[in-house]
C-alpha cells in the first residue's frame, strides 16, 4: 500500500506526512519564458509522486507585481498569468489528487501587495476613512519622524508615507517588510472576514491545505507602541516583541480551524510560527493550527548539543501542548543545508544525514525542492540578485531560489525550460548538471535514490506500528560527538557529528545515510536509524544478574 492510500484510511494523515515545497518560479518553466510555472509543474507532477511524498506545498502563485517573488499579493483568489490559468490550477489539483498527492497553498495574511485593490482605495480614501481603517495608517510626529520605531525585516523603517509631501494627508503606512507590502489591520473585523472569505475560496476548490505566512505577526500591540529597542530586527520579528505573538492572534486560528474543519474531508493548516519551541506550540493546541514548523531547529547548524537542547525544549513543547513539530531543514528564505554545513564534501554528507535523522522522527516533515539532488547555495552575481532583502538589508535568499537542474547537459538550462526559451529568471551555475535529477538517477548511491529509500521505508515502519506519529523523543550527546534520538521504545536515532568515527549503538541499522565501513562505526557526517534489540525477558535479567 502507498503511502498516501494508508494515510486515506486514517484520521489525522497530515500528523506524519511528507510535503515536498514547490517554489514554482524556480521548478519547471512550461511556456519557455524563463520562470516556471503551471505547465511545468503538471509536467513533473510523477517525479514528485515517484518521491513517495505524501503532498506539494506551493509557494504563492497569485496575481502579485513580485516585489518579494509572489509574497506581495494583488488578488487572493487568482491566478498571476506568469504562472498560468486557473484552469491550469484545476488541473493541477485534479492530477495531482489522481497521483495520490494532496496540495497546500501558501496563504500571506500579513500583508498584501501595495497594488491590492482595497489598498489602493484606502490612499484614495484619505485619512480617517473606513478604507485606511483596513491597514494601519498613523500620523508621524511634527519633526516628520514615523510613527514609531519599529524596524521593517528587509531594513529600515517600517512605516512609509503614503503622500510624501502633502500638508493634508500626514499619515505613514505599516510594513513590516517591503514597503510594497502593507500590513492588514486585524484588529477591524473586516479583515477577518475578508480572509474567511478567501479561505473558503480555496477550500472550496478541493485545496488541502494551507501554509500560513509569518502566522504570528498578524496583531500588533494595541495603539502601536515603540519596541523597546530600536535595533535593527535581528532574528525575524521576534526581536520585536510588539508585533510578534500577540494573545489575540490565537482567535484567528480557532476561527480558521472551524472553518477547515467544516469541510469533508478536514483541510489542514500548518503555520510559519517563527518562535521558541514552547510559544510556538501555543499555536498548535487542538482547537487551533495542525502543525507549526520546528523553526527553532530550521536554522541550526551542524552541532549535536545545539540540536540535542532544541530538540529536548520541542520534546517538552509537545508533551504540554499535544502536537509533534513539524520538522524542515530547508526553505526559500534559508541557506541550503549542504552549505550551511559547511559546504564542500563534508557539507553534503551532513546534509544528506540531517535529512535522513529529521525523516526518522515523528511529526510531519518538509522537504524544499532541490533538497533531494544535495543542492548547495549559489553564489548569484550581484548584478542578478533580485531578491528585496538584498537591495534593503544587504541579504539574499536567491542562492537557495535557482530553477532547478533537470538534465546534465546545459541545454535549455539545464531542462529547466523548453528549447527556445528565454534565459532562467536566476542564472544557474556551470556545475548545475552534475547536481541534476538526470544525474542522480543514474547513480545508485545518489540522494535521491536515498530520499525515496528513505520515505519507503519511513512509510513501512508507520505501517507496522514501529514508527507512531506520537512516539516521544529523548535527546543525549555522547562525549564522541553522537548525537542520539531515542524515539518510543523500539528505535533508535544516531548522527556522528564529531570529527571521529563513532562506535555503533546496538541494534540493527535500517537505514543510513551513507555507508558502514567498517560496520561497528558511523563514519563521520553519517545518520542512522536503528531498530533496538528487544529488552531482555525476566528470566534474561535473571541469569544476567
Ligand atoms: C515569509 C516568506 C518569505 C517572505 C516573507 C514576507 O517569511 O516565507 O519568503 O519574504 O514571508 O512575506
Given at each position: 500500500m502507498s503511502g498516501s492510500a494508508l494515510h486515506a484510511q486514517r484520521d489525522g494523515w497530515w500528523q506524519d506526512a511528507v510535503i515536498y515545497q514547490v517554489y514554482p518560479r524556480s521548478f519547471a518553466d512550461g511556456d519557455g519564458d524563463g520562470v516556471g510555472d503551471f505547465a511545468g509543474l503538471l509536467d513533473r507532477l510523477p517525479y514528485i509522486a515517484s518521491l513517495g511524498v505524501d503532498g506539494i506545498w506551493m509557494t504563492p502563485f497569485q496575481p502579485s507585481p513580485q516585489v518579494d517573488q509572489g509574497y506581495d499579493v494583488s488578488d487572493y483568489c487568482a491566478v498571476d498569468p506568469l504562472f498560468g490559468t486557473m484552469d491550469q490550477f484545476d488541473q493541477l489539483l485534479e492530477s495531482a489528487h489522481a497521483l495520490g498527492l494532496r496540495i497546500f497553498l501558501d496563504v500571506v495574511p500579513n500583508h498584501c501587495s501595495s497594488e491590492h485593490p482595497l489598498f489602493q482605495a484606502a490612499v484614495a480614501a484619505g485619512p480617517g476613512s473606513p478604507e485606511r481603517a483596513m491597514f494601519h495608517f498613523a500620523a508621524g510626529s511634527d519633526d516628520g519622524a514615523p510613527p514609531n520605531n519599529w524596524q521593517s525585516v528587509f531594513g529600515g523603517t517600517a512605516w512609509s508615507r503614503v503622500n510624501p509631501g502633502s500638508e493634508t494627508d500626514r499619515e505613514w503606512y505599516l510594513h513590516l517588510f517591503s514597503p510594497e507590502q502593507p500590513d492588514w489591520n486585524w484588529r477591524n473585523p473586516a479583515v477577518g472576514n475578508y480572509f474567511e472569505g478567501v479561505l473558503r475560496f480555496w477550500f472550496g476548490k478541493g485545496v488541502d491545505g494551507l501554509r500560513i505566512d509569518v502566522a504570528h505577526a498578524l496583531f500588533k500591540a494595541d495603539g502601536l507602541p515603540d519596541a523597546p529597542?530600536?535595533?535593527?530586527?535581528?532574528d525575524g520579528l521576534r526581536s520585536n516583541p510588539k508585533v510578534s505573538d500577540q494573545e489575540e492572534v490565537h482567535e484567528v486560528y480557532r476561527r480558521w480551524r472551524r472553518v477547515a474543519d467544516s469541510y469533508s474531508p478536514g483541510r489542514v493548516l500548518v503555520g510559519e510560527v517563527n518562535l521558541a519551541p514552547d510559544r510556538a506550540a501555543r499555536y498548535t493546541r487542538p482547537d487551533e493550527m495542525h502543525q507549526a514548523f520546528a523553526f527553532a531547529f530550521v536554522k541550526l547548524g551542524w552541532d549535536a548539543a545545539a540540536w540535542a537542547a532544541v530538540g529536548t525544549e520541542l520534546e517538552a513543547a509537545r508533551k504540554e501542548h499535544g502536537a509533534p513539530p513539524t520538522w524542515a531543514l530547508e526553505n526559500h528564505d534559508i541557506s541550503r543545508s549542504v552549505t550551511r554545513f559547511g559546504g564542500g564534501d563534508r557539507g553534503f554528507l551532513r546534509a544528506r544525514a540531517g535529512l535522513v535523522a529529521i525523516l526518522g522522527l515523528p511529526g510531519g516533515a518538509y522537504i524544499y525542492q532541490g533538497q533531494e539532488l544535495s543542492l548547495p547555495d549559489v553564489d548569484v552575481p550581484v548584478h542578478a540578485r533580485v531578491d528585496p532583502m538584498w537591495a534593503r538589508g544587504g541579504v539574499s535568499r536567491d542562492g537557495a531560489r535557482v530553477p532547478l537542474p533537470w538534465t546534465t547537459a546545459p541545454e535549455n538550462a539545464y531542462g529547466f525550460s523548453p528549447p527556445g526559451a528565454a534565459e532562467p529568471w536566476l542564472p544557474q551555475p556551470a556545475f548545475w548538471g552534475s547536481r541534476s535529477v538526470e544525474a542522480h538517477r543514474g547513480d545508485p548511491h545518489s540522494t535521491l535514490h536515498l530520499v525515496t529509500g528513505a520515505l519507503r521505508l519511513r512509510t513501512e515502519l508507520l505501517a507496522e506500528g514501529i514508527f507512531a506519529p506520537d512516539d516521544a523523543c529523548s535527546w543525549h550527546v555522547r562525549e564522541d560527538g553522537l548525537l542520539l534520538c531515542e524515539r518510543g521504545d523500539q528505535i533508535l536515532l544516531a548522527v556522528a557529528m564529531g570529527d571521529g568515527p563513532c562506535p555503533l549503538p546496538d541494534g540493527n541499522v535500517l537505514l543510513s545515510s551513507s555507508p558502514l565501513t567498517p560496520e561497528e562505526f558511523l563514519p563521520p557526517d553519517t545518520a542512522v536509524w536503528i531498530r533496538r534489540r528487544p529488552p531482555l525477558s525476566g528470566l534474561d535479567f535473571y541469569d544476567a544478574e
Open positions: 529597542t530600536a535595533d535593527p530586527v535581528v
